[in-house]
């Protein structure tokens, strides 16, 4: 029984667990976030929602006997492939290597090394395919929808190969072909600085960086020097524009975020009222170093932080697109290791009438952003006060009201 591995206080019994199983498994173990509140369920771990599906099935079984070999070598466009000649080498070698299925994503080293989560490191709602990582993650599809690409892709089938395929033929120049393959080596190097440099990443600079790459190489006579401004086939992000906006009078405003260094976790949350006035704000450590689990984090203390004060209706803004769709509902299913973090996140928010959650871009998102480092960085779990607040956002938070 997992229950006789806690204490009674319903944390990890940490003695215990090290004297029974070697330090590897133990260390997996106390990751593992509990919460005593929450019934025991059954859960298929080869699917990261944790319900058993036919296809999961299928593809663990696919796993073992090797795995099928997917690109047709003799229909994909190859001679228009290598013809390219407005890209990188580095990107169109990249591209080439993607197309062999030859990208080292989680999925394909879970097979080999056990142990390794398969789940995708952007989202955690997924296992870490190719396709997903590229087309059908929200991280992704919210860059290939906000570039000029503009790209939505409802087909959850639709393949890397056959999309590319599609590029090469339209006939445009390769435009598609080009921002896309530029678009898509931004987000593998935004996929290794989080899984290896455990750093955040953020959707603007995916999209910046790919678009460098893609008008250094397109364009003749471009110079990043003096060509700061995108023109002709780029747009400007959006969301770039946008930045924090005051709630409604009667409506309090809790920004949050979380910053992860040295395998630990920060969470801040910094609560505002209508005219931008600080309330009160407030910052946890914990050892949580799965991005998504440090995120989810965040909500239960921003809430926790709410239920100290009198205001009945708040908005928690986030930069977690995941988190925001599952709290929407826009996600049917959730990764099973943040099921037990949403139902103490639904217990604490019963008794409100009305909880709203808004994405919002990093750029907007200052203060949280701010003081969620300074505490990974300092170690520094503290409450602060509206005649107090913290020194180190004090600048952003006058920056947001002018
Ligand atoms: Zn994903």
């Given at each position: 029984m997992v229950k006789e591995l806690t204490t009674t206080s319903g944390n990890w019994n940490e003695e215990?667990?090290?004297?029974?199983?070697?330090?590897?498994?133990s260390v997996k173990i106390l990751k593992i976030y509990i919460n005593i509140y929450s019934k025991?369920?059954?859960?298929?771990?080869?699917?990261?929602?944790?319900?058993?599906?036919?296809?999961?099935?299928?593809?663990?079984?696919?796993?073992?006997?090797?795995?099928?070999y997917n690109l047709n070598d003799t229909t994909f466009p190859w001679k228009i492939f290598w013809a390219v000649k407005k890209l990188a080498?580095?990107?169109?070698?990249?591209?080439?290597?993607?197309?062999?299925?030859?990208?080292?994503?989680?999925?394909?080293?879970?097979?080999?090394?056990?142990?390794?989560?398969?789940?995708?490191?952007?989202c955690n709602v997924a296992d870490e395919t190719a396709d997903h990582l590229f087309l059908h993650c929200p991280f992704?599809?919210?860059?290939?929808?906000?570039?000029?690409?503009?790209?939505?892709?409802?087909?959850?089938e639709v393949t890397i190969e056959t999309l590319v395929a599609n590029w090469l033929l339209l006939k445009d120049d390769d435009y598609h072909f080009c921002l896309g393959s530029n678009l898509f080596w931004a987000i593998s190097k935004a996929r290794n600085t989080l899984v290896f440099e455990r750093k955040q990443v953020y959707i603007d600079a995916v999209l910046q960086q790919g678009h460098y790459w893609f008008n250094l190489y397109y364009k003749e006579n471009y110079d990043p020097m003096i060509q700061s401004h995108p023109q002709e086939h780029?747009?400007?992000?959006?969301?770039?524009m946008i930045r924090w906006s005051p709630p409604t009078e009667g409506t309090i405003k809790i920004n949050i975020d979380a910053a992860i260094k040295n395998w630990r976790s920060?969470?801040?949350?910094?609560?505002?009222?209508?005219?931008?006035?600080?309330?009160?704000?407030?910052?946890?450590?914990?050892?949580?170093?799965?991005?998504?689990?440090?995120?989810?984090?965040?909500?239960?203390?921003?809430?926790?932080?709410?239920?100290?004060m009198v205001f009945e209706k708040f908005v928690i803004e986030s930069n977690s697109l995941t988190m925001i769709q599952i709290l929407k509902g826009e996600l049917t299913r959730f990764p099973w290791r943040i099921i037990s973090i949403l139902n103490e996140l639904r217990t604490a928010t019963s008794r409100f009438p009305q909880v709203e959650y808004n994405f919002m871009s990093r750029r907007a998102n200052d203060t949280g952003h701010i003081l969620a480092k300074f505490v990974v960085k300092h170690n520094v779990h503290e409450l602060w006060t509206s005649s107090q607040p913290p020194s180190c956002i004090s600048s952003a938070l006058l920056a947001d009201v002018v």
């Open positions: 215990l667990i090290y004297l029974l199983f070697d330090q590897f498994t025991n369920k059954m859960i298929w771990t080869f699917t990261t929602h944790g319900d058993f599906t036919t296809k999961s099935f299928q593809t663990h079984l696919n796993s073992i006997a090797g795995g099928p080498l580095k990107v169109h070698n990249f591209m080439w290597i993607l197309l062999h299925n030859g990208i080292e994503v989680a999925h394909k080293v879970g097979r080999f090394v056990e142990g390794v989560p398969i789940e995708c490191h952007f992704a599809q919210a860059i290939l929808f906000a570039s000029p690409l503009g790209l939505r892709l409802d087909n959850n780029t747009t400007t992000p959006a969301h770039e920060s969470n801040a949350a910094v609560t505002r009222d209508h005219q931008g006035v600080l309330i009160g704000a407030e910052t946890s450590i914990s050892n949580y170093c799965i991005p998504l689990i440090a995120e989810a984090n965040g909500f239960v203390l921003a809430v926790k932080l709410v239920n100290r």
